[in-house]
């Protein structure tokens, strides 16, 4: 039991951590982890461009995704980790993405951005590695207009099997890694029945392995403009 802990006793990853092994990743990241989330990253900027409009990605990282997106869209990233924003502003400075928008150092947990912001909020690989992933939804589901789309795309918890297990078994050495295996799908749900003003509109594995989730929630329109409707 205390080897296999059940996910609900494992803590959030702490701020600092997750920022002290975003440091050390910054420089590899796009060899290595580039590839690996390549499915998961493509899918989500896909469901993204079919919202279109003005996007924000949360923890953009190194802005590997700059390229899945075209010029029916305007992209603004913010990521906290200021040694993965340096990547992802050098990206930028190659000309080669004039649809990004912007890309800043700024916490998902406090975005200084107003309300209706943004048609799309796109986080990848992401939501499972912040402090207080509710409080970063919450933050999510302001910025995004009624009738918007938040997407997120992750690894999330096997819950069964001998997956399941060792997920659990490596789930506290992982942090440290900056990853988090054990993040269980029920957490989003409960958060979107909790918050009242977003829908969850889709939950689907991702091809061609089904490790990753693709995670879509929409912004339902304010009880005002219900009430005129
Ligand atoms: C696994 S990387 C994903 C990067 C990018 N989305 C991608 O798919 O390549 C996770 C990112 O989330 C960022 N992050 C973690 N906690 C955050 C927070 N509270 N606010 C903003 N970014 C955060 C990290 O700095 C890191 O760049």
């Known amino acids: 039991m205390a080897l296999s802990p059940h996910p609900d006793t494992i803590a959030d990853p702490e701020r600092h951590v997750m920022e002290k092994a975003y440091a050390r990743w910054a420089p590899l ?5 580039g590839p690996i989330f390549e499915s998961g990253r493509r899918a989500a900027a896909e469901a993204a461009r079919q919202v279109g409009g003005r996007i924000l990605e949360v923890g953009v990282g190194t802005g590997l995704s700059f390229s899945d997106y ?7 990233g913010i990521d906290m980790s200021a040694p993965m924003v340096a990547k992802a502003k050098a990206r930028l400075a190659t000309g080669q993405f004039p649809h990004v ?13 107003g309300a209706g912001s943004f048609d799309c909020v796109v986080a990848q690989f992401v939501i499972t590695l912040v402090e207080d992933p509710e409080r970063v939804l919450d933050e999510c589901a302001r910025v995004v207009r009624p009738g918007g789309e938040i997407i997120l795309v992750n690894h999330l918890y096997s819950e069964k099997g001998l997956t399941a297990v060792l997920e659990r078994l490596v789930a506290r050495p992982a942090r440290k890694m900056g990853l988090r295996p054990e993040f269980p799908f029920a957490r989003l749900a409960a958060w979107a029945e909790r918050h009242g003003a977003v829908a969850l509109i889709e939950r689907r594995p991702i091809k061609p392995l089904g490790v ?7 912004r339902l329109p304010d009880a005002a403009q219900r009430a005129a409707a």
């Open 212 to 218: 990753y989730t693709l995670v879509r929630f929409r």
């Open 70 to 76: 075209d010029h029916a869209t305007r992209v603004v």
């Open 101 to 113: 928008e912007s890309v800043m150092v700024m916490d998902a947990t406090d975005l200084a951005f």
């Open 29 to 33: 990241y796009d060899m290595v982890c």
